[in-house]
């Protein structure tokens, strides 16, 4: 290590109250190793090898906490209330054995616009998803239903429902779960949280003026599309406290035409920096954009 070109690559680096050993990070993927919405044993092997095998941080896929009377998602595992820090603790454990730090990815109220066929979901705007783009559909993944016969995942994404419009009152239930399910990781173990914001989820569905067409408070100007992150941000750290890490990840841009561009992007996570955030995790894309 000590001679290749990437040295910087392996040196420590400090992320707001935590210091990492090297500054490969190991960005949250859905496994779909959760049972019933918990981490199993799979799920925890899966974080293991990725620690063994020598990253300095880990970001846990996500860990939701759905709307009152919502049906469990078992694609994600769920942290909503203390009786499921336990299974959590023994997560953080693991990856921390490895020498790694571990950060929780937080999703909160739903997957926004993107739902399925059959079933209802809520949003800032009751604006849906009709149909993804071809060009716009990763060719790998073609190519793979192809060869193996399947049908096209991405069918089932044409005239989406129409989402539910949040009501005000939902809203603040959000941005006060990004600090209970916050204040659940640190009792867990964790040592930071990222607040999900991003791939057109619930969260991303506030900043984008394709899909916030809202005319109170949290719609219109980007100031007012970005204020559920603020008040998330704020709450989670009166939540927290001033040593625990806060990160947040946004959408740089949507690659569709009215989305989110880089030049709104920046602004928001100055904001957000504004707030006390400690890092920014970038990506790209949407929902109707899933080839980024």
């Known amino acids: 290590m000590a001679n290749s070109e990437y040295t910087h690559m392996f040196k420590p680096i400090k992320i707001g109250n935590i210091e990492l050993k090297n500054r490969l990070a190991m960005a949250p993927v859905t496994t779909n190793y959760t049972l019933a919405g918990y981490p199993n044993e799979q799920f925890i092997a899966f974080l293991a090898a990725r620690a063994k095998g020598g990253v300095g941080l880990l970001v846990t ?48 109220g739903g997957v926004g616009r993107q739902t399925a066929p059959g079933t209802t979901s809520k949003a800032p705007s009751p604006v849906p998803i009709k149909q993804i783009p071809p060009e716009n559909i990763p060719p790998k993944s073609r190519e793979y239903e192809e060869r193996k016969g399947l049908p096209c995942l991405w069918d089932r994404y044409k005239n989406l429902p129409v989402p539910q419009e949040l009501s005000l009152e939902e809203i603040e239930w959000i941005e006060d779960a990004y600090a209970k399910t916050s204040g659940l990781l640190k009792e867990s173990g964790f040592d930071g949280s990222e607040l999900h914001f991003a791939h057109g989820y619930l969260g991303d569905n506030f900043f984008s003026p394709r899909t916030n067409v809202r005319t109170d408070a949290y719609g219109g100007s980007l100031e007012n599309r970005a204020r559920v992150l603020r008040n998330a941000l704020i709450k989670t750290r009166a939540q927290v406290g001033p040593d625990f890490v806060i990160g947040v990840r946004i959408t740089g841009n949507e690659h569709v035409s009215g989305g989110l561009t880089i030049e709104e992007s920046s602004r928001i996570a100055k904001m957000g920096e504004e707030e006390g955030l400690d890092y920014v995790h970038l990506t790209a894309g949407c929902w109707e954009a899933v080839n980024w």
């Not at 209330?81 to 730090?101: D, Q, R, S, Y």
């Open 61 to 108: 896929p996500p860990a939701v906490n759905l709307f009152p009377g919502s049906p469990t998602h078992v694609v994600f595992p769920l942290l909503s209330e203390k009786a499921h820090i336990p299974l959590w603790n023994e997560v953080v454990e693991t990856i921390h054995a490895f020498g790694a730090k571990a950060v929780g990815q937080v999703l909160v």
